[in-house]
């Protein structure tokens, strides 16, 4: 190699073993030129002095200490080009080709060499001294220039630690490998540098990644953790920083389509920022790998990755409104469509996943979502489409149907060009009419006669096909009658049984002029019934009157007796209620305030949380009846219709097995009576008990 003298502007040429001032001289010409293509000499910059002074220090072939000093000799080289003149061209010998070879052969043996079994082995001969004090002299020397710093970190990592190659995405270890085995020295060496040149941290991860991407090209290439583990460090505090411009990676990604190792690369290094925020990493998933699901080299790390992120975690709250309808109906045809580009365990997997996604794509509010994705479930929902399909689809459309109260209208608008789908929802209605809440019900009624006057006009006018048509209307037809069941009408009935009874009385008293005349009034007094009534009412009447009496002699003495002894608690208690009231109105304003503002505040809160407590309590309500009806009011009409039996059967005794009216009567009066008399002594009893508190008062 040969250099230039800061002296006497002349080129110097500097062979193995001669001194350093051999080269003052003043020789020029061939000798020097033939001693440029040697690879005896070599340059060796001193970083203390001024770049454009190189000093000539003769030194046998050797590889340099570190990675920071041998990208420094590029940088000086780069720099003073235009100083060292050209080589001459010398005719080519055999003997360097083979020479050369060896070297070669030689220099990968000792670099496969100098691997290291494991990244914990080469992280634990890591000297952080030595590292320090590289960073250190790359901030003297590059003081304004943050970038280089960075950079040389990433270098200086990625050469240290050299152990034999893996797979791209590393999915044989957890998902914050290899920067989990980094000590917590060597991650504040990393913070800090970070720290220091927060300015140029895109750039560095721009720089990481796009060095990733060239070591892939060369043949024998290298372990890339070094770029892997500021990838990392980067994106756990920053992860913005991939999703600020996933356009450009797309672009980047289908650049290197026909390189799998290199789209597993770049998705690897995006899908890091997904682990520390998972609004980001749905970004990147969603803007990234969804693009390329389907393709068979990447679909498996595309849809393991979904896995891991929503896995990791498990509140999908802060993901909603990250998956919309455009994003969300490529993912179900990718789950439910058959002979897709997934193979059948990817399309399992992502099956798995979708009640996840499809959380996350209703949102916090689907009440006021689920009407933009009704009409691509609707257009789904053939008659052709799969089983499980149209499982997901009919379920889906109902869900919508039964939250969102602007389906209904959408649905309307659709239904004249999605009659077979159409026809496919309402029978599934049908069947799960029960299931549907009854608010929900009623609109649905609605609707479906809006759809036969639809169904009549279509027919008319025969637009469409006519069978499609004629499904439709025959499913409204049983969907109208599944809604409003077979129930008698029992008021109508009692209303019409009341007039036609009224009508027929006043006819026939109007026609015989008296009631004893009328025909009614006859066949009341031949049957029985007159009689019996007006025994019955006198004995109502009698009975009446002797409780009025009875009462009317003894409430006046038990009022005064009760108001004497119960007179002086009241008026103590009405003094006492008064002071109390007065001694708080005085002290307590200001927690009256504030009892005051906390119902306010607990009366909004009540207006945002009743719906919900309203409804808990309905189902709870309704768990309740069901058990009353199981549990009361069954056995009870059980014992009833027992009870109605024994009476039948103690009837037939007592009236010797030939039941009349006569017998019947007396059986009344006799169990009336009975009933009297038990009245009778209880109220004795209870009246005899009171005394005797009273008087031992």
């Known amino acids: 190699m040969a250099a230039r003298t800061a002296g006497g502007g002349r080129w110097e040429v500097v062979k193995k073993g001669r001194r350093p001032g051999a080269g003052g001289s003043g020789k020029g010409g061939g000798g020097d030129r033939r001693a440029l293509g040697e690879a005896n000499g070599v340059w060796k910059y001193d970083l203390t002095r001024p770049l454009s002074l190189p000093v000539i220090t003769p030194a046998p072939i050797q590889t340099t ?43 990968n043996q000792n670099q496969k060499q100098g691997r290291f079994r494991s990244l914990e082995e080469a992280l634990k001969a890591l000297d ?22 960075l950079k040389d970190l990433a270098s200086y990592l990625n050469y240290k630690l050299q152990v034999p190659p893996s797979e791209p995405t590393l999915s044989q270890h957890t998902h914050d490998y290899p920067y989990s085995l980094v000590s917590r020295e060597l991650r504040g060496i990393i913070r800090g540098l970070l720290a220091k040149a927060a300015g140029c941290l895109e750039l560095f991860f721009d720089h990481c990644l796009f060095t990733m991407l060239q070591e892939l090209d060369k043949t024998p290439g290298e372990s890339l953790h070094g770029y892997r583990i500021c990838i990392q460090a980067i994106l756990q505090d920053k992860p913005k920083i991939a ?126 979502t689920l009407h933009t994705y009704f009409p691509s479930f609707l257009s789904r929902a053939t008659p052709s489409c799969p089983p499980e399909m149209k499982k997901e689809l009919l379920s889906s459309l109902t869900e919508c149907l039964t939250v969102d109260p602007l389906s209904t209208s959408v649905w309307r608008q659709l239904y004249p060009k999605h009659l077979s789908q159409s026809s496919l929802l309402l029978e599934h209605l049908l069947r799960s009419w029960e ?29 469409c096909s006519n069978q499609e048509v004629t499904t439709c209307d025959v499913a409204c037809k049983r969907l109208l009658q599944q809604a409003r069941g077979f129930r008698l009408p029992w008021t109508r009935l009692l209303l019409l049984v009341l007039v036609f009874a009224i009508g027929f009385l006043c006819h026939d008293f109007r026609s015989h002029g008296s009631f004893q005349a009328s025909l009614s009034g006859r066949l009341l007094h031949s049957s029985g019934f007159l009689p019996a009534g007006q025994q019955a009412c006198m004995r109502i009447y009698s009975y009446s009157l002797q409780g009025y009496s009875w009462l009317e002699e003894t409430l006046p003495a038990w009022g005064s007796h009760l108001l004497t002894m119960v007179r002086p608690s009241l008026q103590l208690a009405w003094t006492h209620t008064n002071a109390t009231v007065s001694f708080l109105s005085a002290h307590c304003a200001s927690h009256l305030a504030w009892f005051g503002d906390s119902l306010t505040s607990l009366s909004q809160r009540l207006q945002i949380q009743f719906p919900d407590a309203l409804n808990q309590l309905l189902h709870s309500l309704r768990e309740l009846l069901l058990f009353l009806y ?21 009837c037939h005794k007592a009236c010797r097995g030939e039941v009349t009216w006569d017998c019947l009567k007396t059986q009344l009066s006799e169990a009336v009576h009975w009933t009297w008399l038990c009245l009778q002594d209880i109220t004795v009893a209870f009246l005899d008990w009171a005394l005797t508190m009273i008087s031992q008062q």
Not at 128 to 149: C, H, T
Not at 309 to 332: E, V
Request: net charge positive.
């Open 65 to 107: 200490s570190t990675l920071y000093e041998r990208g420094f000799e590029k940088i000086m080289k780069r720099q003073n080009k235009e100083q060292v003149p050209p080589p001459a061209v010398e005719p080519k010998k055999p003997g360097n080709k083979k020479q050369t070879k060896k070297v070669a052969t030689l220099a």
């Open 128 to 149: 952080m001294a030595a590292l320090q004090r590289e960073l250190d002299k790359s901030q003297s020397v590059f003081s304004g220039n943050p970038s280089v710093w």
């Open 243 to 368: 999703t600020t411009n996933l356009g450009k990676f797309l672009e980047l990604l289908r650049s290197h389509q026909s390189r799998p190792a290199k789209c597993l690369t770049i998705m690897w290094a995006l899908g890091q920022a997904g682990f520390a925020n998972l609004t980001e990493g749905l970004k990147v998933w969603l803007g990234i790998m969804l693009p390329v699901l389907g393709i068979k080299s990447l679909s498996p790390f595309a849809i393991a990755y979904l896995d891991r992120l929503l896995l990791m975690h498990p509140n999908l709250t802060k993901g909603f409104g990250m998956i919309g309808p455009k994003d969300f109906f490529p993912l179900l045809d990718f789950a439910y469509m058959p002979n897709n580009s997934l193979t059948p365990s990817l399309q399992e997997q992502l099956c798995q996943l979708y009640p996840r996604l499809k959380v996350l794509a209703f949102g916090a509010k689907p009440e006021s």
């Open 435 to 463: 299931q549907i809440p009854k608010k929900t019900q009623k609109s649905l009624q609605e609707t479906i006669q809006f759809f036969k006057l639809t169904n009549q006009e279509l027919l008319r006018k025969g637009s």
């Open 630 to 650: 199981q549990n009361v009011l069954l056995p009870m009409w059980h014992m009833l219709l027992e009870a109605l039996s024994r009476v039948q059967e103690h």
